[in-house]
């Protein structure tokens, strides 16, 4: 499943979409979070912070054998850093959410709390009984570190439209291809 | 007097005609408007077209993404004209809409005519007074009814955005008055698990759906008439991955049909697959010209090795639905 590892360079990648999620870049290099996370062995910690006010303290690759920080708000190559990240933290968006389980990425998702209509969870949770990923919220990020066992993930298989589509054609009087 | 009389009389005829007239109308109505319920999701007639005037009904987050995915497992050319509508207030919508289409570029000289993207105007926007939403509310009422007679579909697909209700209400009352029969195809979103979006909910319960998709088995299992698809494939239950539609089938699908399908699908439309990709790489990519524009704040070395470090062998096929 980890398939992200370049020259003994583990990165975790932190994605809060096109909102702010303050919450989850806190949660995310608070101490312990940080400490967990190099004790698992990752390396590197790259934060997309979208709209949020709170920039956390860069940490440039760090001599002293710690986690190495950093973060941008946009970019159009999310992909890319899913890609070649070893573990996602991510908001509980949709589109962040089957991006990178189709990457095959171990994933941890956080809900953002403070959304009103708060839909979203239901999706997470639904996954993470289907051990497709970890669910989160910010303030508990660091037990779910500390209990994740990414051995016990299950590979997500993705769907396919083509029932929909059969079901569409055969409905408007098409044949079958 | 007999004037007297005669007045009376004929000012009672006038309201007895009338009302009788109202009534007949009423009745009318109802009979019409009973039989059009009737008649929804009654499949057509095969070869009843060779393609249908389609209205796509886009929306913000990842509705859009799905409803590209959707259009791309679909064979366009019984899709053709096809007319996309966002909300006034999406920009990156119609633009991600654009791109599928470009990507399709099998007939240039076709296209340009069959094919129109349109904004449409929200009644309420988040955190908009109630008293400015009557004017707004009306003016986008008036905008839907004025697109709609513009473009008459024939089609409607439509995932959940809010802009989609006026839009089927207007095309039900096309049905019922006969300016235009359409057919609408609604298919839920996948962050919808346990219960429907209110755009769901109201298709659903005034049955203004003439088929209705979800993409959770729970969700069926509350919404009898809805069809299940299923995208998650190996941890389902085999139970509910086929009961998705003709039960006579289900002896030909196996218990892991999704992957398979997928594959087959991109292998025979491998550039749409691609474009997917690149097009919904992230939900964050409506933020492209942005980040174009000011580019990654921070250190960029750690942006540039990542970068660099990027393989295409890896890059996995989008799936039709997400």
Sequence with gaps: ?????????????????????????????????????????????????????????KVCDGADGSLAVDYFTFSSSIADYIRSASLVISHA????????????????????????????????????????????????????????????????????????ARIIDRFLGFPDD | MEEHHCCFYSKM??????????????????????YVMYQCGKPFPKGASRSFTTLIVLGSGGHTAEMLSLLSVLRMDRFTPRFYIAAATDNMSLHKARSFEDSLADKPAVKEDSLQYTQIYRSREVGQSYVTSVWTTILATVHALWLMI??????????????????????????????????????????????????????????????????????????????????????????????????????????????????????????IAKTMEKIFSASILSWKTIAATTGTIGNPTAVTVLENTEDDSKINPTAPIV
């Design chain 1, 1 to 57: 499943m980890e398939d992200g590892e370049n020259d003994g360079k583990r990165l975790v990648f932190v994605t809060v979409g096109t909102t702010s999620f303050d919450a989850l870049v806190k949660a995310v290099v608070s101490q312990n979070v940080k400490e967990e996370l190099h004790k698992r062995g990752y390396t590197h910690l790259l934060i997309q912070m979208g709209r949020g006010i709170y920039s956390p303290p």
């Design chain 2, 150 to 271: 513009r473009i008459r579909p024939q089609v409607i697909l439509c995932n959940g955005p809010g802009t989609c209700i006026p839009l089927c209400v207007i095309a039900f009352l096309f049905k019922v008055v006969g300016i235009r029969w359409s057919s609408i195809f609604y298919v839920e979103s996948v962050a919808r698990v346990k219960k429907l979006s209110l755009s769901g909910l109201l298709l659903y319960r005034l049955r203004l759906a003439d088929q209705f998709f979800v993409q959770w088995p729970q969700l069926q299992n509350k919404y009898p008439r809805a069809h299940y698809v299923a995208i998650i494939g190996t941890t389902g239950s085999p139970n509910t991955l086929i009961a998705f539609e003709n039960r006579e089938e289900s002896s030909k699908i196996s218990p892991v049909p999704p992957m398979l399908n997928t594959c087959q699908a991109n292998e025979r439309k491998p550039h």
């Design chain 2, 13 to 34: 005829l006038s309201r007895f005609s009338i009302s009788s007239f109202m009534l007949s109308l009423v009745i009318v109505l109802v009979v019409r408007v009973l």
């Design chain 1, 93 to 164: 968006g949709s589109g962040s959410i089957f991006e990178t389980l189709k990457l095959g990425k171990p994933l941890i998702v956080v809900v953002n709390e403070d959304l009103m209509d708060n839909h979203q969870c239901e999706l997470a949770e639904e996954l993470e009984e289907r051990k497709h990923l970890y669910c989160a919220r910010p303030h508990s990020l660091n037990q779910t570190l500390t209990k994740m066992e990414l051995d016990s993930l299950v590979r997500y298989t993705p769907g396919d439209g083509t029932p929909v």
